[in-house]
């Protein structure tokens, strides 16, 4: 009986000492070809919207959309600060945030996108309970996506119960070139020296979130503030409801 | 041939891994090497009076806290000591590894003021290594106070 299947029909290559198939090599490109289309596309569907849950939590006044900019410039030329898909080489941010379970320390985090024009713009949201929390900013840099988060530089973000809008401020972040890769793409690095200018641009975010949430009230500024170390982390018992 | 060295083959596949080895060897020490923070000794603590002391003067006479909650206000200060070196070593087949570390010793002094800002509880403990920084203070928060407020220095060691 004929199997057919990945192992099927193995013959010994005369004189070579080798194990083959027939239908191995056609298999294995097949399977190459739609790990390479499904990679593609999930690079592709990579923006991160708020879920409808985390929506509903926001309405309900559960959650608070917590919105920022990165303003990110390479060798002094404007760059997107946050990459459509993990499979472009471009120089990334990285986020993290920590709060009360981690006593401030940070831990990576997925950031959401209000739509895909404010992404390229640099505008990037959380949603998240009231309280006190510390976000991590590494970047840009061509290996934030691997380097440790807690070695990041950081800021302390204080979200006021009762608001369902809250703009943090506008984060500048400054990097350079610093040689290539190997196999094409520039190497970036970091150029900021713990020195950070966080802009207000409370017009723009207003009008931003307005346009995605028309009903969510008005929206409160409150500028993220540096923490270095040696600084004392704060932390507030979240309230019981909180986190659904 | 071939059918003699396939199962042979197999058969070296499943011996190899026992052949690897993992030495671990802990070295207790004694504590006179600060890993991280700063050290808060007994007798810095003299001027710790609870329902006198205020917040402004702890903050003084010991600086800033690592960490503050605020609002059941309790304020921390967090320092590790070295209380022993782990010594490990892993061979395996013609390579092989070792090195030391350090253990430490996680201390935090914990101080309660009540609602007007004035000591009403201190107490430096030790956090054991399985235990969460957040989960050791939530229990120290729970933990019922003295009927009178009173210094428990010393405890947790």
């Not at chain 1, 193995?10 to 191995?24: C, V, Y």
């Not at chain 1, 097949?30 to 593609?40: D, E, G, I, P």
């Not at chain 1, 459509?84 to 996108?113: C, D, K, N, Q, Y």
């Not at chain 2, 070295?27 to 890993?35: A, D, G, Q, R």
């Amino acid at each position: 009986m004929k199997r057919n299947g990945f192992h099927s029909e193995q013959r010994h290559a005369e004189g070579r000492g080798l194990w083959h198939s027939q239908d191995t090599l056609p298999s294995l490109l097949s399977a190459l070809v739609l790990m390479v289309l499904f990679t593609h596309l999930a690079g592709c569907t990579s923006l991160n919207v708020l879920s409808d849950a985390e929506k509903s939590a926001i309405n309900a006044g559960e959650k608070t959309v917590v919105l920022l900019k990165i303003e990110c410039t390479i060798d002094n030329k404007p760059q997107e600060p946050f990459r459509a898909s993990m499979w472009t080489g471009e120089p990334i941010v990285a986020l993290g945030i920590g709060g009360f379970e981690t006593v401030g320390e940070p831990g990576r985090v997925a950031h959401g996108f209000l739509s895909e024009d404010s992404r390229r713009a640099g505008w990037t949201c959380f949603a998240l309970p009231s309280g006190v929390y510390y976000l991590a900013v590494l970047g840009p840099e061509s290996d934030a996506g691997i380097k440790n988060i807690r070695e990041a530089p950081r800021w302390r973000v204080d979200i006021p119960e009762n608001t369902r809008l809250l703009y943090i401020g506008t984060l500048q972040l400054t990097g350079r070139a610093d040689g290539a890769f190997l196999l094409g793409g520039k190497i970036i690095k970091p150029a900021n020296n713990e020195e950070f200018i966080v802009k207000n641009e409370q017009e723009l975010a207003k009008s931003l979130l307005a346009e995605h949430f028309p009903g969510g009230g008005e929206m409160k500024t409150s500028p993220m503030q540096r923490w270095r170390r040696g600084d004392p982390i704060i932390i507030r018992t979240p309230k019981p409801d909180s986190g659904k | 041939m071939n059918c003699v060295r396939r199962p042979f083959a197999a058969l070296l596949l499943c011996i190899m891994p026992l052949l690897t080895s993992c030495v671990v060897l802990p070295i207790p020490t004694t504590e006179s090497k600060v890993l991280a923070g700063k050290p808060v000794r007994e007798e810095q603590l003299s001027f710790l009076k609870p329902n006198i002391t205020t917040k402004q003067d702890v903050i003084e006479r010991l600086g800033n806290p690592n960490v503050i909650w605020e609002d059941v206000r309790v304020f921390a200060y967090n320092w590790d000591m070295r209380q022993g070196i782990l010594f490990w070593a892993v061979g395996a087949y013609y390579s092989g590894g070792m090195g030391t570390m350090d253990i430490p010793k996680h201390y935090a002094l914990l101080i309660q003021f009540d609602e007007q800002d004035r000591v009403q509880r201190l107490e430096r403990r030790v956090r054991p290594p399985s235990q969460s920084y957040i989960d050791f203070l939530k229990e120290w928060v729970r933990a019922p106070s003295p009927q009178s407020p009173q210094n428990q220095l010393g405890q947790g060691e």
